[in-house]
């Protein structure tokens, strides 16, 4: 699975990481979700003149930022065309919760693969940016094609992701298989942040910290089962977070699939 994804979805942009179209995953009733609609991503400051020409072909109708505003200051979205953009914080802009957002040398000591699968299992409820993020996606015929991402495009923009291909049917095991692809393509960045951990861990601790950190399906399986914990199902969850019934669910999935 992770093969074909690979080669499916990641798109021929330079200057970001962990771009790639949603487009081409099957759904348990035997669609696909349709290519152009949806894409997710790291941070996009780094996009080049040819990356930004690509995608203004796409005619994009927003950008999505998960990221608090001290990250987006730090390295703003570019504009691509004419689309809107829209930056709520997942994790609020009280950097509570972000791993990214989090004095170093106290995230590395304390990082623990059982912390963070309790950080994803807060994210996907009663979150004020999935609930915006949500509302966009349950009108697609006047809000996609659409960019989603956060600074690494794996954390916050994972549970996003699992969020939208859940709404569309795609199965739990396609989710993660999808969720897990980021740990290819964000491999220089990985490498990136494990070079800056160094310089506060060294031996065993600095290699449980390198494999810990990097995305493990207990982690996407915690905000799953948080949402059945909470809610029981998933439709009862649409519904109380988002607004999204059946028949808007429906909806998204007929202009989504073909």
Same mark, same amino acid.
């Given at each position: 699975?992770?093969? *074909?994804?690979?080669?499916?979805?990641?798109? +021929?942009?330079?200057?970001?990481?962990?771009?790639?179209?949603?487009?081409?995953?099957? !759904?348990?009733?035997? =669609? =696909?979700?349709? @290519?152009?609609?949806?894409?997710? @991503? &790291? /941070?996009?400051?780094?996009?080049?003149?040819?990356?930004?020409? $690509?995608?203004?072909?796409?005619?994009?109708?927003?950008?999505?930022? $998960?990221?608090?505003?001290?990250?987006?200051?730090?390295?703003?979205?570019?504009?691509?065309?004419? /689309? #809107?953009?829209?930056?709520?914080?997942?994790?609020?802009?009280? *950097?509570?919760?972000?791993?990214?957002?989090?004095?170093?040398?106290?995230?590395?000591?304390?990082?623990?693969? #059982?912390?963070?699968?309790?950080?994803?299992?807060?994210?996907?409820?009663?979150?004020?940016?999935?609930?915006?993020?949500?509302?966009?996606?349950?009108?697609? /015929?006047?809000?996609? +094609?659409?960019?989603?991402?956060?600074?690494?495009?794996?954390? *916050? !923009?994972?549970?996003?992701?699992?969020?939208?291909?859940? !709404?569309?049917?795609?199965?739990?095991? !396609?989710?993660?298989?999808?969720?897990?692809?980021?740990?290819?393509?964000?491999?220089?960045?990985?490498? #990136?942040?494990?070079?800056? &951990? &160094?310089? $506060?861990?060294?031996?065993? &601790?600095?290699?449980?910290?390198?494999?810990?950190?990097?995305?493990? /399906?207990?982690?996407? #399986?915690?905000?799953?089962?948080?949402?059945?914990?909470?809610?029981?199902?998933?439709?009862? $969850?649409?519904?109380?977070?988002?607004?999204?019934?059946?028949?808007?669910?429906?909806?998204?999935?007929?202009?989504?699939?073909?």
């Amino acid at each position: 699975m992770e093969n *074909r994804l690979f080669t499916e979805k990641k798109l +021929p942009l330079k200057g970001v990481f962990n771009f790639r179209d949603m487009g081409g995953l099957k !759904t348990r009733d035997g =669609r =696909r979700i349709r @290519s152009g609609l949806i894409f997710r @991503s &790291a /941070e996009l400051a780094g996009l080049t003149a040819d990356d930004l020409a $690509y995608l203004k072909n796409q005619q994009i109708r927003f950008i999505y930022d $998960y990221r608090d505003k001290a990250e987006a200051d730090l390295k703003p979205d570019p504009k691509i065309g004419n /689309e #809107e953009h829209i930056r709520v914080a997942v994790n609020g802009e009280d *950097r509570l919760t972000a791993h990214s957002e989090w004095d170093p040398a106290t995230f590395y000591r304390s990082f623990t693969v #059982e912390k963070f699968a309790r950080v994803y299992a807060d994210m996907p409820i009663h979150n004020a940016s999935y609930q915006t993020m949500m509302h966009l996606v349950a009108r697609p /015929e006047k809000n996609l +094609p659409l960019i989603h991402h956060c600074a690494g495009g794996r954390d *916050r !923009t994972g549970v996003g992701s699992m969020l939208i291909l859940k !709404t569309l049917g795609v199965s739990d095991e !396609t989710i993660v298989d999808d969720y897990l692809l980021s740990n290819r393509l964000l491999h220089t960045y990985h490498q #990136e942040l494990f070079a800056d &951990a &160094a310089r $506060y861990l060294s031996g065993a &601790a600095l290699r449980r910290f390198e494999q810990g950190f990097l995305l493990h /399906e207990e982690f996407i #399986e915690a905000s799953m089962k948080a949402i059945t914990n909470t809610y029981r199902t998933f439709s009862n $969850y649409l519904s109380a977070e988002f607004g999204i019934n059946e028949k808007v669910r429906k909806k998204i999935q007929d202009f989504c699939l073909e």
